[in-house]
């Protein structure tokens, strides 16, 4: 009952969220202009000297950067969350009779559309430049299953940050310091096996590099590796460290 409660509330305080998008839709520009922004920046500028032909090197950077806008949508995210508890909203909320998780909860739930509307961004502008889904139906769907998996998990980080952290400007740099290692450091740009050597241990592991291989073959058909139980586990393992962690904190910050 305390469960079927819970949801409830955390789903009504999700729906708050969407319902901010509506009424101040300037909190999406980071995500609308981030990921064409790279798109257009390192396929255009980048592709030939990378892949030798800047439309093979969209069909393999594109899975990466759905990937990459998800971090960066992450970074949005963790703001709000800040912002409001700077402001006093949960505060507020902590005075209703409503479950002590339901806002971060809902938080969460109504930044889930602002990761579909990211990746469905990046994939569309891909499609505009003549990237072209090569996997079946089931395979398109579960990539982004895989991706919905990943930012979900994801979110629990910058949820984190944002509680612990007191001001916007802690949240930004805090955030940055974690999305451009995994992001750059990983294999979204360039093929692992172009990448020097003391670096590629590194990329091999990235939980960035697993998604974004996981991806590429599922949409693009490619052979089958171990991309995809690699990114699920991934996914796990952050929601199960960061979500107790960053529910625990919220309840004690006050």
Same mark, same amino acid.
């Given at each position: 009952?305390?469960? +079927? ?15 901010? @998008?509506?009424?101040? *839709?300037?909190?999406? /520009? ?14 255009? /500028?980048?592709?030939?000297? &990378? ?8 069909? @393999?950077?594109?899975? =990466? ?10 970074? =949005? ?9 700077? %402001? #006093?909203?949960?505060?507020? @909320? ?8 339901? *806002?971060?909860? #809902?938080?969460?739930? #109504? ?7 990211? &990746? &469905? ?9 003549? @990237?072209?889904?090569? $996997? $079946? ?31 916007? %400007? ?21 093929? +692992? ?23 590429? %073959?599922? +949409?693009?058909?490619?052979?089958? $590796? ?27 910050? #006050?």
């Amino acid at each position: 009952m305390n469960a +079927t409660r819970a949801a409830r509330h955390g789903i009504t305080l999700g729906w708050r969220n969407v319902v901010k @998008f509506r009424h101040t *839709p300037d909190q999406l /520009l980071d995500i609308l202009l981030m990921p064409i922004t790279f798109i257009v920046m390192f396929v255009f /500028l980048f592709g030939n000297a &990378v892949s030798g032909d800047w439309h093979a090197y969209l069909r @393999f950077v594109i899975p =990466g950067i759905a990937v990459q806008a998800l971090m960066f949508a992450m970074l =949005g995210g963790a703001l709000a969350l800040n912002a409001d508890l700077r %402001e #006093g909203v949960h505060d507020r @909320f902590r005075s209703l009779p409503i479950a002590r998780s339901a *806002p971060l909860v #809902g938080h969460i739930l #109504g930044d889930s559309i602002k990761y579909v509307l990211s &990746v &469905v961004l990046v994939f569309a502008f891909g499609a505009a430049l003549g @990237f072209r889904f090569e $996997g $079946g139906v089931l395979a398109v769907a579960g990539a982004a299953g895989l991706l919905m998996a990943f930012a979900l998990a994801t979110c629990w980080i910058g949820a984190l940050i944002g509680v612990v952290a007191r001001t916007a %400007e802690t949240v930004q740099a805090l955030s940055l310091v974690l999305i451009f290692p995994l992001t750059f450091g990983s294999n979204v740009f360039v093929p +692992t096996a172009k990448l020097p050597g003391w670096l590629q241990a590194w990329v091999r592991i990235n939980p960035v590099t697993q998604v974004s291989d996981a991806v590429r %073959e599922l +949409t693009l058909d490619l052979p089958a $590796g171990g991309s995809v139980p690699a990114s699920l586990l991934w996914s796990a393992a952050i929601a199960a460290v960061f979500a107790p962690a960053a529910v625990l904190l919220y309840r004690r910050r #006050g």
